[in-house]
């Protein structure tokens, strides 16, 4: 019913429209009003746009969305449009024409109105005096995908043990002085929040429970400095710091099976009541050099530098009751008390520097290098107790330490050459290296560490070809062989290509493909993986006559990806192979029609959509079509209309599928 009352509305709009359009005969007009034309006709021209005090466009209206056939939850993960008044959009000059404050400040808004990524931006000017900027994001993150952690959905219950509703905002404050000076001195800060609820796994020997979950978190970063700017160089000093805080709470007041459905040792765990809680602080002072130069006109260098320090602090809390096992002393619990505190420092330098040097017209030489340093020396203090089945009591106090050193290098060189007017040709090598000390797993900190290495050779090469101003192409290669890697599933044997060309086939129609492919192995006993992505696409976009009454755009992409690796089941330390395949067909294709001008303005209806098709370890199909309406009402205000129609299926999780319509009416006013 909602559905059908949306289209007789958007139907009501339409027609208003064509009968806004329709121009009935006009009587004859009194000789005073047809003077009184005569003199508005000789009156001098409206200011334009660059003399307008304000200009630009307001877009609001309201979207209404069906009732979601399938499951809420899966169409929030994915899409999460709401219904309700919307600011669509707003994209607003404003100037001061005696330049007093500023010489103009545009408002940029996008999404406002409970949508799931609103965004802003505002930014004032004054020539010569300053510049300042606000950026603003409020994204909402949901997932409540059942398929994901979920261990319980062979019995029938579908609930994601790592969901989460959050929102997080972000704002971004500068001011420059004296923009386009020698010196500029500046100041910005930086707020990123977020917080809201969720679900996760309270995790102990046998068993885990799923519980609620509290999030809040927050990060302060202040920053100034001053950038100096001449002709052949610019040095950047920034002085910085940031504040961090993460609080969290776990909570669960009633009775709890958890995911476990045998008994160990012939008895039933379960929790009753848990309230387990941490809370992270963090500071940081950082300290920042950038600079360039160009001291000959054949040579060209840049570099930075960056060191910090980072602190952070946790404390933690837990109480939990019910009845627990006990591992390390094959005993049964019922209560549970925790307290921890601990304390890290990560001193952190990173650096790179690169120049290009022009010895010949044709040639070019490319050098960069960079470096990226940092341990992390940790201690924690942990006093446990447990109150046993039977009567009686178990404490223990442990204090640790720990330590993690990570290094990475990298050094470059490009050589390029003209080798026609059209064609330049590229090579290079890359070198990456590196060494890490961490603590191993499944031993104690008391039992060392365990080194690693990373060492790669990458040999690069390209080649871009300017046939004609119409026909350009250009393919790009690397291959490495590594004889180390840090992660499992990082490059080590790679092969990495890509090839890309367009064409302008007339004035109107252009054509561009595009093809890329990464092959990794990894052959190391006891990893043996195997990954391999491709992907071909082609788009095409079609504007006769400049676009005055039709537009044409599509794109087509055909992609695969395979992996296959051996892993470690956490529960039982057995390896067991992991194999996941993905074919899949993505589409994308619009038109737009442009009528002639009513109002000032010209309708304009666009028609098309997009979808994902895949096969293999999760097939799954993603359908969006669209129509969006354009008609002018009167002198700068339009009206639009626009239908969505959302679909997802997924073969082998059948209870994720989803499917609604939205529609969504409004106006747009340009000034």
């Given at each position: ?31 005073a ?45 994915v ?28 408002v940029?808004?996008n ?18 005096v ?16 059942p ?29 420059d ?18 917080g ?53 709470q ?21 929790l ?95 050098e ?9 020396a ?24 720990d ?16 080798l ?17 000390k ?31 101003q ?13 004889d180390?890697?840090?992660?499992r ?50 788009s ?122 939205q ?9």
């Open positions: 019913m909602r559905l059908l009352t949306s289209l007789l509305i958007c139907l009501a709009l339409a027609v208003s429209a064509a009968g806004q359009a329709e121009k009935p005969k006009e009587a004859p007009k009194p000789a009003q047809a003077k009184e034309e005569k003199k508005a006709e000789a009156a001098p021209a409206p200011a334009s746009d660059a003399e307008k005090t304000i200009s630009g466009t307001i877009d609001v209206g309201y979207r209404w969305v069906s009732d979601v056939s399938g499951n809420y939850n899966a169409y929030r993960s899409v999460n449009l709401g219904e309700g008044p919307k600011l669509m959009g707003v994209d607003l000059t404003l100037r001061d024409p005696s330049k007093k404050y500023f010489d103009h400040a545009d940029l808004l999404s406002w109105g409970g949508e799931p990524n609103s965004t802003g931006r505002v930014w004032v000017r004054k020539q010569k300053y510049d300042f900027s606000w950026d603003y994001r409020d994204m909402a993150l949901f997932n409540y995908l398929s994901y952690a979920d261990p319980t959905i062979n019995r029938g219950l579908y609930l994601n043990q790592r969901s989460f509703d959050t929102r997080r905002k972000m704002h971004d404050f500068q001011l002085l004296f923009p386009g000076s020698a010196v500029i001195p500046y100041f910005a800060y930086t707020r990123d929040s977020g809201g609820k969720g679900v996760t796994d309270f995790v102990t020997d046998g068993n885990e429970y799923p519980v609620y979950n509290s999030l809040h978190d927050k990060t302060d970063h202040y920053r100034g400095g001053v950038r100096l700017q001449a002709t052949k160089y610019h040095l950047t000093l920034e002085q910085g710091g940031t504040t961090f805080k993460d609080d969290q776990m909570y669960n007041y009633q009775r709890n099976p958890g995911n476990r459905t045998t008994p160990i040792l012939g008895q039933t765990v379960y009753d009541r848990l309230v387990q809680a941490y809370g992270v602080r963090g500071d940081s002072i950082y300290s920042k050099v950038l600079g360039a130069a160009s001291p000959a006109s054949w040579l060209e260098m840049y570099g930075q530098f960056l060191y910090s320090i980072p602190n952070s602090t946790v404390n933690y809390t837990q109480n939990n009751t019910g009845n627990f096992f006990l591992a390390s002393a094959a005993r049964f619990f019922t209560g549970q008390q925790d307290a921890l505190t601990s304390q890290a420092k990560q001193p952190h330098t990173s650096a790179s520097f690169g120049a290009e040097i022009r010895p010949f017209r044709r040639l070019r030489i490319r960069t290098w960079m470096t990226d340093r940092f341990h992390n940790s201690s924690a203090y942990l006093a446990e107790q447990f109150l046993l089945v039977g009567g009686g009591q178990a404490t223990q106090a442990l204090t640790s330490s330590r993690l050193v990570m290094n990475y290098n990298q050094q470059q060189v490009d050589v390029l050459f003209d026609t007017k059209r064609i330049t040709l590229r090579g290079g090598h890359r070198y990456v290296w590196g060494n890490s961490v603590r191993p797993q499944y031993v104690s900190a008391y039992q060392g560490y365990e080194p690693g290495e990373l060492r790669r050779n990458v040999g690069l090469a390209g080649l871009n070809m300017r046939f004609s119409r026909l350009t192409a250009n393919v790009d290669y690397e291959g490495a062989v590594g180390k890697t840090y992660f599933t990082g490059l080590q044997d790679y092969q990495k290509g890509r090839a890309r060309a367009q064409y302008q086939l007339t004035g109107s129609l252009l054509l561009a493909a595009n093809f890329s492919i990464l092959d990794n192995q990894n052959p190391s006993p006891g990893v043996q993986y195997s990954f391999r992505s491709r992907s071909n696409s082609a095409v976009f079609w504007s006769p006559k400049g676009g005055k009454r039709i537009t044409v755009s599509g794109e087509y992409d055909r992609s695969t990806l395979r992996s296959d690796i051996n892993y470690l089941v956490p529960n039982t330390l057995a390896w067991e192979r992991s194999l996941y395949r993905d074919n899949a067909h993505t589409a994308t294709a619009m038109v737009d029609f442009l009528f002639p001008a009513i109002q000032n303005a010209s309708p304009h209806l666009t028609l098309g959509g997009s979808f994902f098709t895949s096969s293999g370890s999760r097939p799954t199909s993603y359908y969006q079509p669209m129509m969006r309406f354009w008609m002018p009402f009167v002198n700068h205000v339009q009206g639009y209309a626009e239908w969505r129609w959302y679909s997802m299926s997924e073969a082998f999780y059948m209870y994720e599928g989803f499917r609604a319509h529609i969504v009416g409004g106006l747009r006013f340009t000034m």
